[in-house]
């Protein structure tokens, strides 16, 4: 079974998040970030799992056009699907600004990761905004290993299982 991981990220939790669900699935996994993805045949997979990291509720523009230029190939495919985001926000609300809810819907598995800040990656204003980001807050926001792994162990059923089923992971 050969898994493709494709994920679009601003500060680089994304790509984390991608790197311990790779270690995670029990399957043949490919990382693509979304800025090596345009020769990139997807029907050389059998799952496909779609990450994005979430900034004030947008997406990269990069991220939904491909997805709305491979919509069709993607919605034949058994595809997952995450987010990074805060996780205090409403899970499908997020999941809806990043995703079309025809994706949404024929997914088998989607889950919010949360998100972690990292003042060491991205841009000059976005490790300025990610300071801030800590300065202001008691809590600094880190990764959910947890749904991670449940989710990872929701696509290993899936693929061991050799059954489909949905799931969705609140």
Known sequence: MKTAIIY????????????????????????????????????????????????????QGLFKRYISRNIKTLLEKPHALYVNSDENLDMLVNLNKVFSQEIIESSFVYSNFGYEINTDTGNYIQRRKSKKIIEKNDNVPILNKHKIEEFANNINNLILGGRIMKTIMT
Do not use: R, W
């Open 8 to 59: 679009s990220t601003l500060i680089d939790d994304t790509k984390k998040s991608a790197k311990i669900l790779k270690e995670l699935i029990k399957s043949d996994v490919v990382l693509i970030s979304i800025e090596n993805v345009k020769d990139v045949c997807l029907l050389k997979y059998n799952f496909i799992i779609l990450g994005a990291s979430t900034y004030n509720g947008k997406v």
